[in-house]
């Protein structure tokens, strides 16, 4: 057990809570938390490191913890002792009166057991040290004496970025008695569709993702005893069909949805493609349909953490946050709008709630060839004809979507007359195309898109260590370095902006749980899902949808598409755009 003084972190624009010179003595020690699981099959409940720094003053205070798989791959990692305290949280909330907690998942880092990539082993992990900090559980320190929290109310609040935010999903879901809130942030709410888009693997999940993430997080020391667990999830992954099977059922959390107790506040970029949109998307629908307490920002960015491009702001409300929902202050904070959404320029707007009010489905068919472009879309439906599409042969994205006034075989496009009013996307669009396919195996991706003259902003994303791992400190904060370092924009001329785009194997058009093959050269509806949206049309610019099959910039190659060539009909396919007051006019 260490004491020293806890340095304050007064940002500007924060909450004005005790100064530096008021600041009390902070505590630090590790414990290790006896879990329920014995993951690694060794005969020994796993043992689940955790660092904790807390006020050494009377009295009991809650808790702000952060689980992480990632503590222990550092290049600092190997020697420290406690290893983590390495974000801001401890600096902003020690003396606030909280005690900071950093969760060693099993399986990585000090922690015994093994990583199960979202299995019900990660969520156990967590639980063990909530209930340790509420006394259900036992901890004991290195020399084996015990160790126990009464110093805690029993009050947490999880946060974190990428993985770190997936466990505090996983808490929720499970409704772990104490964790009062999550903030979740860039976070996985279902493992299937992290690594899968409605039964296609995203590329780069073609083959034993699962495994692959867990051997990389696995401690040296549990990697040999954890090997069985290795080829289990190897065995069971279900790569062979991309089925949403029992495996991926105990890795997603959104039916669980109706057990959260816990308020969440989500924040995801809109241009995350690691952890992809229908992850904050979906999960949120699931909570707002549950009535649960809940904020959301939405960004323009990636992968990132907001204290790299919002700090001021986001300290703000963190403290307010943790106040309202663990200390029980009336401060106002649930009283402030519901969503805070960033526009392309770096600006923000605030809303009463996402998607924004008023939002409603507005249907647009597709068309044949139209005013100069190869298809079009139109509020009423045409009739009879069909339009032919084959393999794309390995297009890129940006030659997809060009030229939409070329007919192409290889990718298919329907764009509306220009817009005579902006017309406002927000929430998730739907598809529903009529195929004749010659393959039973038809792999579809759409795009929504933009066409009009714009400029698009590409920010810098951080990896998932990055995020765990960059310096924090104070002076970080101030100098804007390390996790506060903003990430760099470029900015480009374009004539088409993607605005989102999803993907299905028509096998799984009935059920992502069972494949059903294409009756070939018969007509078959199949219905898909895009990823969640917002964004503001032009006046002057058109909507667009193009389809094409291989989009291997996205998903990965299904080889019994090769040679694949289908009629998509007219009239009877279309696209569902939430557009906030219901029309797109023309």
Known sequence: MRRFVAAVLLAAGTIATPTAEAAPAAVTETVYVESTTDSDADGKLDRIAADVMRPDAAGKVPVVMEASPYYGLGAEMATNVPR??????????????????????????????????????????????????????????????????????????????????????????????GVKTIVPIAAISSWYEYSRDQGIGYRGHTKDYPTYLANYVVSAAQKAKCQPVMDRLAREDGDESYDYTSFWKERDYRPSAQNVSASVFVVHGQADWNVKPSQFGRWWQNLADNNVPRKIWLHRGGHLDPVSFRQAEWQRVMGLWMDHWLKGADNGIMDEPMADVQRPDGSWEQHAAWPQPGTK?????????????????????????????????????????????????????????????????????????????????TPLTALLVDYGPSTQAVLTDRTPLQLSTETCTRADLRARTGCARPPDVSVQAVSATMLTRGAIDAKNRLSLESSTPLPTDETADVSWRMHARDALIPAGHRIGIVIVTNHSGYIGPDSGANGIALNVSLGVSKVVLPIVGGVVTT
């Not at 339009?387 to 298919?412: F, V, Y």
């Not at 009013?421 to 598809?431: F, I």
């Open 84 to 177: 983590g305290f390495k974000r801001w949280y401890d600096e902003y909330f020690v003396p606030r009166g909280y005690a900071v907690v950093e969760v060693e998942m099993q399986g990585t880092s000090r922690s015994t057991g093994c990583p199960t990539t979202g299995g019900p082993e990660d969520t156990a992990s967590v639980r063990a040290v909530v209930d340790w900090l509420n006394g259900r559980a036992k901890a004991f320190y290195a020399d084996g004496s015990p160790a126990t929290a009464d110093w805690s109310t029993g009050n947490v609040g999880m946060l974190g970025v990428s993985y770190n935010g997936t466990l505090p999903n996983a808490a929720a879901a499970a409704n772990i008695p």
């Open 361 to 441: 489905d507005t249907t647009l068919y597709f068309g044949p060839a139209a005013g100069g472009f190869a298809g079009s879309l139109t509020i009423t439906p045409s009739t009879g004809e069909t339009q032919r599409l084959s393999d794309n042969a390995n297009l890129s994205e940006s030659i997809m979507m060009a030229n939409p006034e070329q007919a192409d075989p290889r990718r298919l496009v329907y764009v509306t007359p220009p817009l005579t009013e902006a017309a406002r996307l927000s929430g998730e669009v739907r598809l529903t195309v009529q195929v004749a396919s010659n393959r039973p195996s």
